[in-house]
């Protein structure tokens, strides 16, 4: 048997959490909650400008949604002894009509923000899941893709029925073949 199967049986066997992570690892968990917590922050400050009641508990949720992982991934990095990234401070609640309105983000305009910010979500999720070599790290990131991936479809189903959705040009096959 050779070096490197030798040294990956004893150190990558057995259970997934008495694994190393290695350093992409370590960066991917550390950039999710710098960024995770950056999102919450944004989201709390945009439900702010939210007048859609459909808006705000999807908001909410999104929200709700990002801080349970943050703290799933906070606590491995915890457990294997690395620092965490600063936490944005929580906004403030104001009330909506106390935003001057040309301050004021719109609706369409805020659903349209945290809907790109899923998008961009399932990306950094599918990176994790593809570098990891933790099956633990692996399927968190994944259950965490499939959790974004019903929010993503809830924000587009939302921006249709509001009629905020802008979409790009839209083929039209030539019926002439």
């Known amino acids: 048997m050779n070096f490197f199967r ?3 049986m004893g150190i990558l066997s057995g259970n997934p959490q008495d ?3 290695h350093y992409g690892e370590v960066y991917g968990l550390w950039s999710f909650v710098l ?3 950056k999102m919450i922050a944004n989201h709390q400050m945009l439900l702010n400008h939210v007048g859609d009641d459909d808006l705000k508990k999807l908001m909410t949720e999104a929200i709700d949604g990002a801080k349970g992982e943050v703290k799933q991934v906070s606590e491995i990095l915890r457990a294997n002894g690395i620092a965490l990234p600063p936490s944005a ?3 403030p609640e104001v009330e909506l009509e106390s935003i001057p309105v040309g301050a004021r983000f719109i609706d369409p305009d805020v659903a349209a923000t945290a809907s790109a910010g899923v998008a961009a979500s399932l990306v950094a999720c599918s990176t994790m899941m593809g570098q990891s070599i933790r099956e633990d790290v692996g399927m968190m990131f994944g259950q ?3 959790n974004k991936a019903m929010l993503g479809a809830k924000f587009l189903k939302l921006l249709k029925e509001k009629g905020w959705l ?3 040009p839209l083929h039209q096959p030539n ?3």
């Open 6 to 8: 030798r040294m990956t």
């Open 19 to 21: 694994e190393p992570l």
């Open 35 to 37: 960024t995770g917590n």
């Open 89 to 91: 401070p929580e906004p």
């Open 144 to 146: 965490f893709h499939t």
């Open 166 to 168: 802008m979409p790009p």
């Open 175 to 177: 019926k002439e073949g």
